[in-house]
């Protein structure tokens, strides 16, 4: 099967800037898009960026001139450059991408979502 796991959570302060990664594994034929998403504690799951597998890219409003998502395709892996963050910014982000299984009935799309990973924004 796939597995998307995600790296590069953490504390960091006001201003500062992170790095997400999420790597996919498996028997993968193809990723259409890729996604990152963040649940803040009470809230609900919002959308922050996403990317096509031709690099087309939207942002949520709040994190717009803030945030970067970019892809490797060669490594199945989708990163999330956080600049200027904020403490509303601190959630657990979450990966998500829309992967293309070669199965015995031809190729199929098939949506998995990582494990998360913290990022907390705090002096």
């Known amino acids: 099967q796939v597995q998307l796991v995600e790296s590069g959570g953490g504390l960091v302060q006001p201003g500062g800037s992170l790095r997400l990664s999420c790597a996919a594994s498996?028997?993968?034929?193809?990723?259409?898009?890729m996604r990152w998403y963040r649940q803040a504690p009470g809230k609900e799951r919002e959308l922050v960026a996403d990317?096509?597998?031709?690099?087309?890219?939207n942002y949520a409003d709040s994190v717009k001139g803030r945030f970067g998502i970019s892809r490797d395709s060669a490594k199945n892996t989708v990163y999330l450059q956080m600049s200027s963050l904020k403490p509303e910014d601190t959630a657990v982000y979450y990966c998500?991408?829309?992967?293309?299984?070669?199965?015995?009935?031809?190729?199929?799309?098939?949506?998995?979502w990582g494990q998360g990973t913290q990022v907390t924004v705090s002096s």
């Open positions: 498996g028997s993968i034929f193809s990723i259409n898009a």
């Open positions: 990317i096509t597998s031709g690099g087309s890219t």
């Open positions: 998500n991408c829309d992967v293309v299984l070669n199965t015995g009935s031809g190729p199929k799309e098939y949506r998995y």
